[in-house]
């Protein structure tokens, strides 16, 4: 190994994964490791220097490790030990990626009830006083984030899907970007870069033939993209990710989140999710197609 090389060009892989207490950091640790991470959870912030150190190891093969820490930042003190070990890690060349999962106040609620624990900040108050409290104190690092991973409405199955995808695989490129679905009565996904409102077309809802099905057979896509505009707007917002995906990889940026809405996220913005992921592909940019809120009417 030539020692002059610097860390970052021998290093493979690196994610830091932190974010809201309940959002899910266990399941993406969980899922990085069934996709050949190697994991270590609740680590110290002032390991992650000795931590990316293994990386330049000699004994860990020519295709190198890929590593991923997960820290919990819930106590102030914790929260800037972790910014000085991102700092210093930093300093020693190394280019980790954040990972922030996060999900709604509505869904970190309910999980904390369906397990019958409180959340680690609300000491005598309410469950919600310390789930604003810990947003507000990570909500710096949130938006330092390159990686933001919604759980909200997504189940186990669909979450490693789109963590598979995005960090996950074998075949790398500069970019990926998640095509997302979603209903806009079940609200936003917090980790959209773009939103695009499908209801400018008409719903396959009201039409008894088409009602049962979803945007992913057949039936429902050829009507919606059969609809007036509807080819118009693929190939806009194609020319839109022109130049926004090629700042992006000027950037440096990896990660994108692309959202596509309708009423209750099963008929329009299914089926424009699907022909939008399949027509974005190229050799420098991935695609993920993840539908929030499909099934849940």
């Known amino acids: 190994m030539d020692e002059t090389e610097p ?39 002032q390991m992650l220097v000795p931590m990316a150190e293994l990386l330049e190891r000699d004994d860990v093969g020519e295709d190198g490790l890929r590593l991923a820490a997960v820290v919990d930042v819930r106590s102030r003190a914790f929260f800037t030990d972790f910014r000085d070990g991102l700092d210093r890690l930093r300093d020693h060349g190394y280019l980790p990626t954040l990972v922030f999962v996060d999900a709604t106040d509505e869904s970190l609620v309910r999980r904390f009830e369906s397990v019958r624990r409180p959340h680690p900040l609300q000491d005598d108050g309410r469950m919600l006083d310390g789930i ?7 909500r710096d690092l949130r938006a330092n984030a390159d990686l933001l991973i919604d759980t909200s409405g997504l189940n186990v199955h669909q979450l490693t899907a789109k963590i598979q995808q995005l960090v996950g695989g074998d075949d790398r490129v500069p970019l990926r970007i998640a095509v997302m679905s979603f209903g806009f009565k079940y609200g936003l996904p917090l980790d959209a870069d773009m939103v695009f409102d499908m209801r400018f077309l008409p719903n396959p809802y009201w039409d008894p033939a088409l009602r049962p099905f979803t945007g992913k057979d057949a039936v ?8 007036p505009g509807a080819q118009e707007f693929v190939d806009r917002v194609l020319d839109l990710l022109e130049p926004v995906t090629a700042g992006y990889l000027r950037e440096g940026r990896s990660y994108v989140t692309l959202a596509v809405g ?15 992921g399949r027509r974005i592909q190229s050799p420098d940019i991935g695609t993920v197609v993840v539908h929030r809120d499909l099934g849940r009417e």
């Open 7 to 45: 860390p970052e060009a021998r290093t493979r892989e690196l994610l830091i994964v932190t974010g809201m207490s309940g959002a899910g950091r266990s399941t993406v640790a969980n899922v990085l490791e069934d996709s050949g991470w190697y994991v270590i959870d609740n680590l110290p912030p």
């Open 132 to 138: 604003i409290r810990e947003r507000e104190m990570l």
């Open 220 to 227: 429902v896509a050829d009507f919606v993209l059969a609809q």
């Open 262 to 276: 309708c009423t209750g996220g099963k008929h329009r913005s299914v089926a424009m999710a699907e022909e939008l």
